[in-house]
């Protein structure tokens, strides 16, 4: 989900770089030091997942896990996207360095509302914390999507039908990463709750 460099306009990326610089104070900010390995693994997780792309128009689809990032980092999951977007663009120039603010914005926010919404679900039993982590999935994507077309669409009108293509192409993504989220969640749950802050 990354965009390329030189696509978007001036006030676009000063945004997304403005809300990557809050989020990721507040998330260094609000970092434990008990915590530091476990983003540690959900950035290399990340950046391992996210390196296989597909490229639709001047962005590319491919596996987030922000849902995840988001109910395991809350606001820690700025600095640990930062990271990995950071580290992909040097080493292997997806994205870039202009717009990893935007880049940042647009996969740290929905994984930061998942976090808000769902983790109060996730503290539950059954059938409630399976349809939280689906959702944390499903929605991660579904914002992210929404994020990063509104961020071409506003930068020039001509970008209407690749942002529209943009939502449609990752909608099969959306129930991927649901899927995975809760098996993930389901699994972290009974073989290591504490990694997911729950007590069963």
């Known amino acids: 989900m990354h965009i390329s460099e030189g696509v978007l306009s001036s006030p676009v990326l000063f945004t997304g770089g403005a809300i990557t610089a809050v989020g990721t104070a ?3 900010k609000s ?5 530091i390995m476990t983003v540690a ?38 600095p640990a996207i930062l990271t990995a977007l ?12 202009t717009v990893i603010g935007v880049n940042t914005s647009t996969m740290a926010l929905p994984a930061l509302f ?26 991660s994507i579904l914002f992210s999507s929404l994020i990063m077309a509104l961020a071409l669409a506003t930068t020039d009108t001509g970008f209407l039908g690749v942002a529209k293509l943009v939502i449609a192409a990752h ?3 959306m129930v991927i990463e649901g899927i995975i989220t809760m098996f993930t969640v389901l699994f972290l749950s009974k073989v290591q709750p504490e990694f997911l802050g729950i007590g069963d």
Request: charged share 10%; glycine share 14%.
């Open 26 to 28: 507040v998330g260094l």
């Open 31 to 35: 970092l434990d030091y008990d915590k």
């Open 41 to 78: 693994m959900l950035t290399a997780t990340f950046f391992v997942a996210s390196l296989i792309h597909v490229p639709i128009g001047p962005g590319n689809v491919h596996l987030i896990l922000g849902g995840l990032m988001g109910i395991v980092l809350g606001w820690g999951c700025f």
């Open 86 to 97: 950071f580290l992909q663009a040097i080493f292997f120039h997806y994205g870039g360095l």
């Open 114 to 139: 998942c976090y808000y919404i769902f983790r109060p679900w996730i503290k539950n039993n059954g059938n409630k914390r399976k349809i939280a982590a689906f959702c944390c999935g499903f929605f």
């Open 171 to 173: 909608l099969p993504l």
